[in-house]
């Protein structure tokens, strides 16, 4: 069965500084990978997928099919990205089921 | 963008009572909607697929006599939790996959609080 690992359930970082957001995976076939961000009080969203290999308010993961993972980086980190972050799994690209990694609490801090 | 609505936002029952829960897409059609459950700072846990015009794909260990789920039409599905304990309470969120994109959109999520 698939699976999706945040090993971090706490992120904390100075504005300004890099971030990385580590998501491992375990899957036999050939998934599609999602970030999803919920900041405080708002709903889920998603903030990017693998397949669309685009950059979205800087944010950039790149899915290393060698080491299972999906890790999400932004160069410099700003306080508005402090949020929840969710790592998720989908079995196709037809819209299926997700599975979601614990997820990783971001602070950045002033 | 996508909008995808969950009515109610919160609610308060009895024990023993059932609570239905609706989840619309505003401006697309979703043939395929999801529901999941969220425990205080935990993430979501997938209940059941709900697909237009079928019956819903119940995840292992969720009881569908207890989740009910309907999805008439293409912007609609409601989860009843039937014969609420307080053990029910949680935040159900709901998604909705837009047939076009592929994209899942997701609701605000309903918070349920059974006394």
């Known amino acids: 069965a698939q699976r999706v690992t945040q090993p971090e359930k706490l992120l904390s970082v100075f504005k300004g500084a890099p971030v990385e957001l580590k998501c491992n995976y375990s899957y036999s076939g050939s998934p599609e990978l999602f970030w999803y961000v919920q900041y405080s009080r708002q709903r889920l969203q998603l903030l990017l997928r693998h397949i669309s290999r685009e950059s979205i308010k800087g944010f950039t993961a790149d899915l290393n099919k060698g080491e299972t993972s999906f890790h999400l980086k932004k160069p410099f980190a700003q306080e508005e990205d402090s949020a929840m972050y969710y790592c998720a799994l989908s079995e196709e690209t037809s819209g299926s089921r997700l599975t979601f990694g614990e997820g990783t609490q971001l602070t950045v801090n002033p | 963008g996508a909008v995808v609505s969950q009515h109610p936002s919160w609610v308060i029952c009895k024990s023993g009572t059932s609570v239905k829960i609706e989840c619309r897409s505003l401006?697309?059609?979703?043939?395929?909607m999801f529901w999941y459950r969220q425990f205080p700072k935990q993430s979501l846990m997938l209940m059941a697929t709900?697909?237009?015009?079928?019956?819903?794909?119940?995840e292992q260990g969720v009881e569908k006599d207890k989740f009910l789920i309907n999805h008439a039409s293409l912007t609609l599905s409601t989860l009843t939790v039937t014969s609420a304990h307080p053990e029910d309470s949680s935040f159900y969120i709901c998604?909705?996959?837009?047939?076009?994109?592929?994209?899942?959109?997701f609701g605000p999520g309903t918070r349920l609080t059974v006394l």
């Open positions: 998604s909705a996959s837009d047939s076009y994109t592929d994209t899942q959109y």
């Open positions: 709900s697909n237009e015009g079928s019956k819903a794909t119940y």
């Open positions: 401006d697309f059609q979703a043939t395929t």
